[in-house]
């Protein structure tokens, strides 16, 4: 799978996309990804990508010429041309695993007050949010984005059941986990988790996972 990635602040993904998870399914060849400088797309000695919004209004906005540039060089036959941004269609896990089955996707980072509507119209084919905040930039949302998405692609996750009892997976949250030393500072593991009783366990965890749902988002439970 490839990832395009167009932001103003390559530099804020570095880190991210070499580190852990991504960064051996990268080395691994399951994945590859390209952090591109929006401002290589532009023509003129102060590489402007922004302008004042027709209409008034604080800030400024994206503009098309370096944007609609970018995208038409980089894009391939097929491919999902995505625009991250607060407005756009929430991300869930259903989503991330659409995402994860394209071949390649294109993923615009906006800043400022948000880019030319002519852009969304034209050259984008899907806007995502991660929640209902402002960042300080999309850059920070494709990374989320990037991060859910692979999670789903065969071979990035080291144990592939990791999948399947994560949060949200059963529309449920996630439960409790223990490990060694069974107790420390007299708080000891359950003991249910101790018996080696595997159907046990798996009902002492789905009653975990209906108690922190209910409590903490019984939206889901719907």
């Not at 996309?17 to 051996?24: A, F, Y």
């Not at 850059?139 to 065969?154: E, K, S």
């Amino acid at each position: 799978m490839r990832i395009d990635v167009l932001t103003l602040f390559p530099p804020m993904l570095d880190g991210f996309l070499s580190e852990s998870m991504l960064g051996r399914a990268q080395a691994a060849k399951l994945l590859e990804i390209k952090v591109h400088n929006l401002r290589d797309w532009t023509k003129d000695k102060h590489n402007t990508t922004d302008d004042r919004p027709f209409g008034g209004g604080a800030g400024m906005v994206l503009k098309c010429e370096p944007v609609f540039a970018a995208i038409e060089e980089l894009q391939t036959p097929g491919c999902r041309r995505i625009y991250l941004t607060p407005d756009g269609t929430p991300l869930s896990p259903a989503l991330a695993l659409e995402l994860s089955q394209q071949q390649h996707l294109v993923l615009l980072s906006g800043h400022y007050e948000g880019i030319d509507q002519r852009i969304r119209e034209k050259v984008i084919d899907q806007e995502v949010s991660i929640g209902d905040y402002v960042l300080t930039n999309g850059t920070l949302a494709a990374a989320v984005l990037i991060d859910a998405l692979a999670r789903f692609i065969p071979g990035v996750l080291g144990e592939e059941k990791s999948l399947t009892t994560e949060s949200f997976t059963s529309k449920l949250l996630d439960f409790p986990q223990y490990t060694r030393p069974a107790v420390y500072r007299d708080m000891s593991v359950p003991e249910v988790l101790l018996s080696g009783n595997h159907g046990e366990i798996e009902k002492w965890r789905h009653a975990k996972q209906v108690e922190k749902t209910s409590s903490v988002r019984p939206d889901l439970l719907k």
